[in-house]
């Protein structure tokens, strides 16, 4: 089992920024890659963001590339989602996932194991 545990959400205004983290703990070495995904209220769960644990590949949605960045400190077992030029189209509750080498892809949500609780962002205009 992985536990994750995410941090840094809040409230700021379009155009600010703000720095998720997501530390995991437990069987962590099973991990290939780990993934944020957000959920805006009456919409599906999508991708935001994934990098690849052993070699740091880093994979994004079309709407994010360019303004997020995905990170992550192998000795601390966590990942980072820095948000800049946030929008109000940003707004959901942001979840970070952990996924084994195994299933599905990096894109879905299908594809991991192991889900943190959820954090929200909200940008305000």
């Known amino acids: 089992q992985v536990q994750l545990v995410e941090s840094g959400g809040g409230l700021v205004q379009a155009g600010g920024s703000l720095r998720l983290s997501c530390a995991a703990s437990?069987?962590?070495?099973?991990?290939?890659?780990m993934g944020w995904f957000r959920q805006a209220p009456g919409k599906e769960r999508e991708f935001v963001a994934a990098?690849?644990?052993?070699?740091?590949?880093?994979y994004y949605t079309d709407s994010v590339r360019g303004r997020f960045t995905i990170s992550r400190d192998s000795a601390k077992n966590t990942v980072y989602l820095q948000m800049n030029d946030l929008n109000p189209e940003d707004t959901a509750l942001y979840y970070c996932?952990?996924?084994?080498?195994?299933?599905?892809?990096?894109?879905?949500?299908?594809?991991?194991?192991?889900w943190g609780q959820g954090i929200q962002v909200t940008v305000s205009s």
């Open positions: 990098i690849i644990w052993s070699g740091g590949h880093t």
């Open positions: 437990g069987r962590t070495s099973s991990t290939y890659a």
């Open positions: 996932a952990a996924k084994t080498p195994y299933g599905r892809g990096l894109t879905v949500p299908g594809g991991y194991d192991y």
